[in-house]
């Protein structure tokens, strides 16, 4: 899975967080976080910010940070897959793959359920008897299953890396 950039997208990118988290990338997201804390975090944890906001582009050193221009969720993933050169196999495989390895909803690690039982009642009666795969943050619980929404986040994730990448 890619591991190598880390990021802190600003409120105004909160779809673009979920996907990237989708994709395994390390990314925190806070739909009330100040400049002056996402600046902070940034540098902290040495992360690349992802902003629509072009104020950031005043700060004076800032070095680490991405300017998304576009409002549509897919073409910013585009523009990071393309300034980051990114590399497509990578993350072709591992939408392939089904290897979902963040939480989606707070950017947690996931973990493998080993034993089916362990998500009963966690999940849909129907899912549990028509899924066998499942995945559990062990920050949050929350499960994860592939279910019909990520199946087709799959197939256009995997038509943009067809289309964007070598
Ligand atoms: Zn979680």
Redesign the pocket.
């Known amino acids: 899975m890619p591991r190598e950039y880390r990021f802190i997208a600003d409120a105004m990118l909160g779809r673009l967080a979920k996907w990237l988290r989708l994709l395994g990338f390390d990314t925190l997201y806070y739909p009330d976080i100040s400049d002056v804390s996402l600046l902070k975090i940034a540098r902290q944890e040495d992360r690349i910010i992802l902003t629509r906001d072009t104020h950031f582009l005043r700060i004076k050193n800032l070095k680490d940070y991405l300017f998304i221009n576009s409002n549509n969720t897919f073409e910013q993933l585009v523009e990071v897959i393309k300034a980051l050169d990114i590399n497509g196999a990578v993350l072709y495989s591992a939408v392939k793959e089904f290897n979902l390895s963040r939480?989606?909803?707070?950017?947690?690690i996931?973990i493998d359920v080993k034993e089916k039982k362990d998500v009963g009642g966690l999940v849909p009666e129907h899912i549990y008897i028509q899924f066998n795969k499942f995945l559990r943050?062990?920050?949050?619980?929350?499960v994860y299953w592939e279910g019909t929404h990520m199946k087709r986040f799959r197939e256009r994730i995997l038509e943009i890396l067809k289309r964007e990448t070598p």
């Open positions: 939480c989606i909803k707070c950017n947690g996931l943050c062990q920050d949050c619980g929350n």
